[in-house]
Protein backbone atom coordinates (compact mmCIF):
# COMPACT_ATOMS: atom_id res chain seq x y z
CA UNK A 1 0.00 0.00 0.00
CA UNK A 2 1.20 3.38 -1.05
CA UNK A 3 0.86 6.55 0.92
CA UNK A 4 -1.74 7.49 -0.77
CA UNK A 5 -4.03 4.45 -0.51
CA UNK A 6 -3.47 4.51 3.25
CA UNK A 7 -4.51 8.42 3.18
CA UNK A 8 -7.92 7.48 1.10
CA UNK A 9 -9.29 4.39 3.63
CA UNK A 10 -8.32 6.58 6.88
CA UNK A 11 -10.50 9.00 5.02
CA UNK A 12 -12.68 6.84 4.07
CA UNK A 13 -13.01 5.05 8.13
CA UNK A 14 -13.48 8.72 9.45
CA UNK A 15 -16.64 9.84 7.40
CA UNK A 16 -18.11 5.99 8.11
CA UNK A 17 -17.35 6.97 12.18
CA UNK A 18 -18.53 10.38 11.99
CA UNK A 19 -21.43 9.14 9.79
CA UNK A 20 -22.15 6.15 13.12
CA UNK A 21 -22.44 9.01 15.25
CA UNK A 22 -25.79 10.58 13.88
CA UNK A 23 -28.31 11.08 16.82
CA UNK A 24 -31.88 9.41 16.04
CA UNK A 25 -35.13 11.19 15.45
CA UNK A 26 -36.16 13.21 18.60
CA UNK A 27 -38.26 10.40 20.81
CA UNK A 28 -40.79 11.30 23.26
CA UNK A 29 -39.35 11.05 27.00
CA UNK A 30 -40.36 8.02 28.47
CA UNK A 31 -43.57 7.92 30.16
CA UNK A 32 -44.14 6.06 33.57
CA UNK A 33 -46.17 3.65 32.91
CA UNK A 34 -47.82 1.38 35.37
CA UNK A 35 -45.95 -1.91 35.45
CA UNK A 36 -47.77 -3.31 38.07
CA UNK A 37 -51.06 -2.87 40.41
CA UNK A 38 -49.15 -0.91 42.85
CA UNK A 39 -47.61 1.23 39.94
CA UNK A 40 -48.46 5.19 40.24
CA UNK A 41 -49.90 8.43 42.14
CA UNK A 42 -51.42 6.99 45.66
CA UNK A 43 -52.30 10.19 48.76
CA UNK A 44 -52.58 9.36 52.42
CA UNK A 45 -56.26 9.91 53.83
CA UNK A 46 -54.46 12.63 55.92
CA UNK A 47 -54.06 14.70 52.17
CA UNK A 48 -50.63 15.82 53.08
CA UNK A 49 -48.85 13.80 50.40
CA UNK A 50 -48.78 12.07 47.10
CA UNK A 51 -46.97 9.14 46.78
CA UNK A 52 -45.32 7.64 43.72
CA UNK A 53 -44.48 4.12 43.13
CA UNK A 54 -42.71 3.45 39.67
CA UNK A 55 -40.52 0.50 38.70
CA UNK A 56 -39.37 -0.26 42.13
CA UNK A 57 -38.63 3.34 42.92
CA UNK A 58 -40.76 5.09 45.75
CA UNK A 59 -41.17 8.74 46.41
CA UNK A 60 -43.50 11.10 48.37
CA UNK A 61 -43.42 14.68 47.95
CA UNK A 62 -45.98 17.32 50.32
CA UNK A 63 -49.06 18.40 48.19
CA UNK A 64 -48.69 21.85 49.37
CA UNK A 65 -45.29 23.13 48.66
CA UNK A 66 -44.68 20.01 46.05
CA UNK A 67 -40.72 19.09 48.34
CA UNK A 68 -39.96 15.56 48.29
CA UNK A 69 -40.56 13.85 51.82
CA UNK A 70 -39.21 10.46 51.67
CA UNK A 71 -37.19 8.54 49.13
CA UNK A 72 -36.56 5.18 48.30
CA UNK A 73 -37.66 1.58 46.81
CA UNK A 74 -40.15 -1.22 46.89
CA UNK A 75 -39.84 -4.87 46.75
CA UNK A 76 -42.76 -7.64 45.74
CA UNK A 77 -43.28 -9.58 48.80
CA UNK A 78 -46.29 -11.60 46.40
CA UNK A 79 -48.39 -10.36 44.44
CA UNK A 80 -50.46 -8.44 47.00
CA UNK A 81 -47.97 -7.07 49.07
CA UNK A 82 -44.58 -4.96 48.78
CA UNK A 83 -42.40 -3.75 51.32
CA UNK A 84 -41.16 -0.37 51.25
CA UNK A 85 -37.82 1.11 52.41
CA UNK A 86 -37.54 4.58 52.64
CA UNK A 87 -35.76 7.96 53.86
CA UNK A 88 -37.52 10.71 55.05
CA UNK A 89 -35.90 13.91 54.41
CA UNK A 90 -37.74 15.33 57.49
CA UNK A 91 -36.06 13.27 60.43
CA UNK A 92 -33.13 11.60 58.40
CA UNK A 93 -34.14 8.16 59.35
CA UNK A 94 -34.90 4.66 57.66
CA UNK A 95 -38.06 3.63 57.69
CA UNK A 96 -39.63 0.40 56.22
CA UNK A 97 -43.63 -0.20 55.95
CA UNK A 98 -45.59 -3.37 54.10
CA UNK A 99 -48.43 -2.37 52.08
CA UNK A 100 -51.26 -4.76 51.26
CA UNK A 101 -53.17 -3.70 48.12
CA UNK A 102 -56.43 -3.79 49.13
CA UNK A 103 -58.44 -3.13 46.05
CA UNK A 104 -56.97 -1.34 43.10
CA UNK A 105 -57.14 1.53 44.38
CA UNK A 106 -56.51 1.04 47.88
CA UNK A 107 -53.32 0.01 49.52
CA UNK A 108 -53.09 -0.68 53.40
CA UNK A 109 -49.84 -0.20 54.98
CA UNK A 110 -47.92 -0.59 58.25
CA UNK A 111 -44.89 0.96 59.39
CA UNK A 112 -41.94 -0.82 60.97
CA UNK A 113 -43.20 0.39 64.63
CA UNK A 114 -46.58 -0.92 63.96
CA UNK A 115 -48.62 2.39 62.67
CA UNK A 116 -50.87 1.89 60.22
CA UNK A 117 -52.25 4.37 56.95
CA UNK A 118 -54.17 3.83 54.16
CA UNK A 119 -52.87 5.33 51.01
CA UNK A 120 -55.97 5.76 47.55
CA UNK A 121 -55.06 5.99 44.43
CA UNK A 122 -54.63 9.44 43.06
CA UNK A 123 -55.45 10.54 39.71
Known sequence: MNA???ASAAAIFVV???AGCQSAPDRPAPVNLPVSPFDGEWMGTDGVAVSSLYGGQFRSRS???G???TEGTYKFRDQNTIDLSFYSMKTKQQTAAACLL????????????GT???LNRHS
Open 102 to 113: ASRDQMNCTLGN
Open 63 to 65: VQT
Open 67 to 69: ETL
Open 16 to 18: AAI
Open 116 to 118: QFV
Open 4 to 6: RTV
